[in-house]
């Protein structure tokens, strides 16, 4: 019977994991991986383009209008007000290698 892959789930085991397959140092990788985020997090800023990360998918601010919505303890009608969100979408790639 194969081994199974530990797969990290913690951001140190995740920093380890990739020091380890680059060949690079702990505090090297945190630095990748923090400049990754700086890139996604100015990336997602820009509403109409947002930032495409090959492989894993689109990072995106999306404008959401106003709706009527429903209190679930009351049932009271009530007003969601415009807002921005943060909108990840997974690319074709990333669902197949997930999906099968």
Same mark, same amino acid.
């Given at each position: 019977? /194969?081994?199974?892959?530990?797969?990290?789930?913690?951001?140190?085991?995740?920093?380890?994991?990739?020091?380890?397959?680059?060949?690079?140092? #702990?505090?090297?990788?945190? +630095?990748?991986? @923090?400049?990754?985020?700086?890139? +996604?997090?100015?990336? /997602?800023?820009?509403?109409?383009?947002?930032?495409?990360?090959?492989?894993?998918?689109?990072? #995106?601010?999306?404008?959401?209008?106003?709706?009527?919505?429903?209190?679930?303890?009351?049932?009271?009608?009530? #007003?969601?007000?415009?807002?921005?969100?943060? #909108?990840?979408?997974?690319?074709?790639?990333?669902? @197949?290698?997930?999906?099968?």
């Amino acid at each position: 019977m /194969a081994k199974k892959e530990i797969i990290p789930t913690t951001k140190s085991g995740i920093m380890a994991a990739l020091a380890d397959a680059a060949g690079i140092t #702990k505090k090297q990788a945190v +630095a990748v991986y @923090d400049k990754l985020l700086d890139i +996604a997090i100015k990336g /997602a800023k820009q509403e109409e383009k947002g930032l495409m990360l090959p492989g894993f998918g689109k990072v #995106k601010l999306v404008k959401r209008p106003a709706r009527t919505g429903r209190n679930p303890a009351t049932g009271e009608t009530i #007003k969601i007000k415009a807002k921005k969100v943060v #909108k990840v979408v997974a690319c074709k790639a990333l669902k @197949d290698a997930i999906l099968g």
